[in-house]
């Protein structure tokens, strides 16, 4: 499921997880901007709600950027497997400039997605320069390790965390939601301790994470993005520890970002917002 | 950690995952094997004990491939991240013809080597040519997608398993270890279930897959590969199921192959060994 390659000559699409529950009633900033980089009156948004078990998810999602002037959106109910196959429906998809996953579960994400047609082109269209958001759920599968579930708390405790193969849009990130809402620090740290090679992107609810194709990360919307960068990482205990039981880590870098703040994935930069200080 | 990108003009080396238990006494056919591919009596080889908590993993190794006629062995101890950055270190490993990686904890792999220097050159490095093998931890270790831990049992149940990240040489596969003598299918059904893109791949114990550049895989050794290809998997229930609970699934492809037997993992073809009736 690694990211499609960028053919010589194209950008890569934005990227762009968020932390679930964002404003639908307000200015909407996060869905407003994600109709903006689309094209606007140009966008053509694709709504996939496969996450998603109530009925009117995809309804809900294409009133919405309707009424934010997107030029179109369709929903494409991928239902199962088959659906994922389907030459039509695949042809109907790769006309979009934005592809949107909703909330829900990931793992029905995965396990309906995963390695049928449908996961390929999105790859690919994301590759040749459409965008694609996902919102809970939708945010956790955009990447190759993805947490499928876990449990809540601060300390990283073995065992409390469970992962499984993502879309693989990008590899440099593990990317949790509703993260300050459900205190999610420990399983976060716990999924990059088994292997401290991508950055923890922990997302609040009504935020979310604009991955550019240059690979920087600008924070969007009313909460925080919690960066855990293992780079320094010195020590983890992660092979000794018994499952439930603590997990020692040394050397790990922490930022808290916030709207207009922006993190650099390759050099780990991470840039606060410029404020007015009075 | 995707799979570095092979040059132009330049071929990918064998990937070599092994079962557990090879032969060290007998004809010592996947050792042999190994060697030979790795150059004779030129290979040089390089021992990754780093997986395993007994002080003479290393040299018991050293000591196998050298009365094999391997050109020149040495043992490269990554015993600390901190060895993981080491210059001297990597421009020692940087002259091998073949990697060796041991058995004990993959997690103790994967926790040392994660997003290393080390671990960015050994991708490179098996991009240029170089073969990689491992066995048992070292074997889990070798794909994108690896199984820290799980549960025996032939029934795939919800939350019998747990993924992390592996060295990522291929992403085509999941592969377990010491496969029929501990009653694996279960969990190796339950890894591809989160999302069914790659082939699973089960080895017994002295039992190894010689996976080559064009993507066939070989089956070396006395016991067998069970080969799970879910491309045609129609449903799961890994979504649904509760934690401990079985998961249906339908339409999964099941092959077990023996010594000379062949797979490919692009077109999922398998392949008989030729064999003489009578």
Partial sequence: MSPSRVEEGKTRGYICPIGGAEDKVGDEVILRRFVELAGGKRARIAVIPTASELRDTGERYEKLFRDLHAGDVRVHAFETRHDCEDELALKALDQATGVFMTGGSQVRLSATLGGTAAAVQLRRMNARGVHVAGTSAGAAFTSEHMIAYGDEGATPRAGMVSLAPGLGL????????????????????????????????????????????????????SGAITIVDPKKLEFSSIDDARRGHPVCMTGVTLHVLIHGATFQLSTREAVAPRMSRH
């Fill in 170 to 221: 990008t590899n440099r990130v593990i990317v949790d939601q509703h993260f300050r809402q459900r205190d999610r620090l420990g399983r976060l740290l716990t999924a990059l301790a088994f292997n401290p090679f991508a950055v923890g992107v922990g997302l609040d609810e009504d935020t979310a994470a604009f991955i550019g194709p240059d690979e920087t990360l600008e924070v969007v919307g």
